[in-house]
Structure formats: structure tokens, C-alpha cells
């Protein structure tokens, strides 16, 4: 939101220059450049501020770092599905692989409000590549070697194809690990009254990012993309409108619930 | 004919007063994480502890040198088997960079198309390219598994029937593995003994002391009645009008709550360094000389440098 604000700033004050430009003396070619230079500089600093600058419609190799000034210390990994077959998983909406990387990024740093995401508290945060390569090990191997303190994966789930009523909250985490099980829950008790239908809970012991090496790990299915009103729901948005995204900051309570606020 | 043109000067002047302002709150926003104080530097001695920025980033690229290394390994262990493999150092790429400008490895003057390719879809290239007999014979050499069950487990994230974490570590991968321990393997091993810590700071008589502090400044700033941010947390839950003023006065009150924090951080790390001396000694002899081993080795930092130059070139460090 912050670069949104930038971006937006910096459009509008150029505006404001090129209309100056506009109403001087200056006759004929001069004041039509700067009429139209207002106008085209107002729509890109719109188009830079809108929601879509939130990149969901982004597939890419790339993993996103957010690295604030004074760091808490802790490492966050969003790991985002890299399915091959990503848009042809039953979506009714946008595909799995933008699904769960366009909340991971809400969660570290898009959201409605820059305090309550991950990188404002402080947390450094990782949101993993949503390529369509079936590589998630590389995801599970990068947040193992760079140290994350949370692994916390991210798919929207799906039950035949497209037009299935199946719909709820389904959150995972490891057999044995007492912190996966604490997160699991806290995760749940935030969500759950946030994503339409219920909740639901168990292992994830069979699935290779379950194992990645953090302590503190969980594997999130956020909602049914079969589902309709499950996508209508988690496509409406977000920024500042109390729709589906903004509730991603809620990963951040769950986190600093589970770790104590670490401040630096 | 003044007229129109002097209202235009004006909505000019009032674009450029908004632009202003909408500008100074972006860039304050940007700005937020960068707090005042430092961070508890008790434990920065230790490599895989270190909290400190300059401390953060020698573990870092610690940790980046030693999955080098087992990149490193694999590529000789496939080498001795007979297959090609392109080493493929998972590392978020951001970061990579700011090792490579802080190691000042040297950077190529182009980069090739070649370099351009992503390690993994080489390696996946020049697999699908054997023929049958050979893509099993590197499925096995590279994970100790069969060339269908890694497709499989590819595919699905899902481990075979009866087989659990112990599936497609074996191998290349496994010899790797061994070689090259991780610098977060101590961290790792502690984690009791860092929920302890954290545990005593959650009760410590530091963050207790802010507690009417931090009330006064959420009452203010946002109307809430919270001793502390997870107060007013359960205050933004109850819905958006309530986020937004729970924003504000966890933005605003911050500075409180990290006061007591550092202070409790330092006591308790103060104690996590004493019960852990052991095990703490132990990581700070393993890695003594590291640091001056990675800036010797020049296959490191040419590949360091390649690496930076084409995470730039295709534009990956940006956020």
C-alpha cells in the first residue's frame, strides 16, 4: 500500500505540475503537452494505486523478500503451489498457483494496513515463486537454507470440478511437532470465522513441504476454488474494503500470538 | 479570460498540495519498520544467532556458502556417475544480492542466455532428455529413488505409499546432506530452549513495566483499551471500522512495546546463553574461521557474482 501511496503521490504531483504548465502564458502546443501530460499522469498514478499492482495475476520464478530496517529476528516463509496444472485444477476463478501467492503477499506486506502485515512487525518475510513447474521442493529447500524460524504453506483447495458446493477452511500441520500443532490451531481460530463455511484439521505428515525444517510450520488450504461463492468471496479484493485479503493479516497474529510480538 | 486559466492554476496548486501529502504518507509508510533502537546483540557471537543487521547477514551468508557447498557435492557425486547436473542454490534472491555487494564478488560483464535459464529446468531439460534406462539410472544416482516414484512425487507433493521424510533425500542429495551440515542446526536443535526464552520474556517483569504505558498511548492514538499489541489485535478481529483504529495505535505505540521487549530479550537471551554454553561454544569454534574461508574462495564468489548479475539482469531482487 505504502508504494501504492508513492506511486499515487508522485502522479498526482506531477498532474498538478504539467496542469501549472497548462494555465501559463504559453500558448498553442505547450498547453495542449501539459493538459494531456496531467491526464496520462493522473491514470498511471491510478493505475500503479489500484489493487492491481498487487500482482494477482503474477506466475513467476521469483521469490519475494521483504527485509525491514530493524528486524525481530524471525524468518517467515510464505510458500506459494507451483502446480503444473495450475488453471486447469477445476478453478472457477482465478488459478491455484495466483490463489495462494496473491495471499501470501497480502499477508507480508500488501495488506490494508502496513502495522499489522508481517514486514511492518518487523518479521522478515519470504513469499516463495508460484511457477508453473511442480517445484515445490525448491521451496521447501530455499526456506531450509535460508533458516525460516515459519514455514507456512498456502494452496486454495479444490473437490471435482468447478460448481462443487464442498467448501471450508482446512489447515495441516505435523505429527509430533508441538509448535506446528500450537500454530495449526491459532490459525484456525483466526480464520475460521473470516472464509466461509467451516474448518477442519489434520496431518499433513504425508506432503514433502510438511517436512520443511522450520519449527513452526503449517499448511493452509484457504478455500475451495471448486466452490462459487468460496471465489466470489476471495475475489473481492482488498485494500482498505474489508474484503477477502485484508483478512490475510491475520497470519501475522497468528505468528506474533504463537512467538510473544518480537519488537526489535 | 483569466478565469478558466486561473482555476486551472488552481487545481494545479491543489494537485500539487495532495501529490505532496499522499507522497509524504507513502514514503512515512515505507519507513515504518525502522524504529528506534537496536536489538538485543547478546547472542551475535554466535553464528546462526546473530540479530544484529551486520551480524544477520554474516549468517546469512554463511548459510548460502554451505548450500553452495552441498550443490557442490551433488554436482561431483552426479559427475562420478556420469550425468551432467547444474548446481541450484535455493536462497531467496534478494539476499543473494546484498551477500554479493557485501563480499564484493566480482560481477561478469554480460550475461548469457544460458545463465539466464534457471538451474532446476536444466537439470529437468537434460533428464527428460536420456533415454529410459539412463533417467532411471539418474533418478537413482541423484535421490536414491526410481525415475516413476520422483515423477510422482513431483507431481503430487505426496510421498509414496509407506514412505515418509526419507523419501528422495537418499543419493547425491543424501551425500550432500552429510558433508555439509547447516548453520541453523544448532537454532534448530534449540528450539525448546528458545520457547523457554521466549516464554520468560512473555512474563518478565520488563514488559510488564510498559504495560501502562503502552495503555495510555492505545487509548489516545486509537480509542482501545489494550495493555499490549495482542490487546489491541483482539480489538481489530471484531471487524474493519475497529482494524483501522487497531492499526493506528499498534503503528503508533510501537516504540513502547519494543522498549520493554529489547530489555526483557537481553535478559533472557542473558540466560539462554548461560544454560546453552555448551552447545553455544561449540557452533562459535565450528564456524571461527568461516567468514575468512568464503572471502578466499574464489569459486565462490564467481559464482556469487554470476549468480547477483543475473538475478539483476532478470529483475528477480525486486520486491
New interface residues.
Partial sequence: ????????????????????F??SERKGGYRRLGRAG?AVGLFLGLLWASPASADHTEIT?????????????FKVFLSSPRH?DSRSRGECGWEENINGRNWNRYAA?DG?????SL????YLA?VSANAR??????NR??S????ADVHLVTHSNAFQGCGNSAQYLLVMHRTGSS?SNALTDELIK?LN?VVPGGSNKWDC?????C?A?A?HRAYVELFFHTNRSAVNWYQSGGQ???AAW?NAW?YR?AI??R?????? | MNGPRNRTRGVALAALTAGLGILATGVGLLALPAVAGNPSAVLDDVPGFGRSPEAALRDNTIAYWEAYQREQVVTACMSRSGFTYWQDVAFPEAEVVKISEELKAPQPRTVTKEQQTPAAQRNGDYETRLAAQDRERYSRALSGESAAEMSEFRRTGTYPKGRGPDFGVGGCLGEATTEVPSIWDTKRRLEDQRQLMRDEIAASPQLNAIKSEYAACAERTGGIDAQSPADVDAHAVKGPAQQKAAALALESCNEIWAKGYRAAEDVAAQRFAERNATVLAGARQRYKDTVTRIGQDQGFLRHLGERAAVIRTLGLDRQ
Fill in positions: 500500500m505504502a508504494w501504492s501511496l508513492v506511486g499515487f503521490g508522485c502522479a498526482v504531483l506531477a498532474s498538478g505540475i504539467l496542469l501549472l497548462h494555465s496531467a520464478t521469483a521469490h519475494k523478500y521483504w527485509t525491514p530496517t530493524l528486524s525481530n529476528g503444473a506486506a490494508a494496513s502496513n502495522a499489522q514486514f511492518g512487525s518487523t519470504s513447474d511442480n517445484n515445490y521442493l525448491a529447500t530455499t531450509n537454507n535460508w533458516g509448535q483466526r470465522p505428515d504425508g506432503l514433502a513441504e517436512n525444517l519449527p482498505g474494503h474489508g485484508d491475520l497474529l506474533d500470538t512467538l510473544g510480538y518480537p519488537r526489535p
